[in-house]
């Protein structure tokens, strides 16, 4: 029986290695969307402070309460973003570096 030959080898772990970083580039943009979701109540509540002498906030208090509470989620749905993608990055660098060690000569193409 004949071994496999390189070239089949060689294409195997480019196309892994490719899988792999396709899926860091994905997590890549989660943590941009995370970052997104945590600057975006900030800039509401940096207008609602800017704007605060316009209104007396306990007459509007049904409208704050809910927002803050929506401001809130948003904060909390970007940090789980940020710290979920930032996982998976280091991961993925792990995984590359793994495959980098056991690649032999194919190691000097690999990132």
Same mark, same amino acid.
């Given at each position: 029986m004949n071994p496999a030959p390189q070239g089949g080898i060689d294409s195997?772990?480019?196309g892994e290695v490719q899988?792999? !970083?396709a899926e860091k580039r994905t997590a890549l943009a989660s943590l941009?969307?995370?970052?997104a979701l945590f600057g975006l109540p900030l800039s509401v509540l940096s207008l609602l402070v800017a704007t605060?002498?316009?209104?007396?906030p306990?007459?509007?208090?049904?409208?704050?309460l809910p927002l803050l509470v929506l401001c809130l989620g !948003?904060?909390?749905l970007g940090v789980f973003l940020?710290?979920?993608s930032v996982r998976h990055i280091h991961r993925y660098d792990r995984m590359i570096r793994s495959l980098k060690r056991n690649a032999g000569a194919?190691?000097?193409?690999?990132e």
């Open positions: 195997a772990l480019a899988m792999i !970083l941009r969307t995370g970052i605060s002498k316009y209104y007396e306990m007459q509007v208090l049904h409208f704050l !948003l904060v909390g940020i710290v979920r194919m190691s000097e193409f690999i």
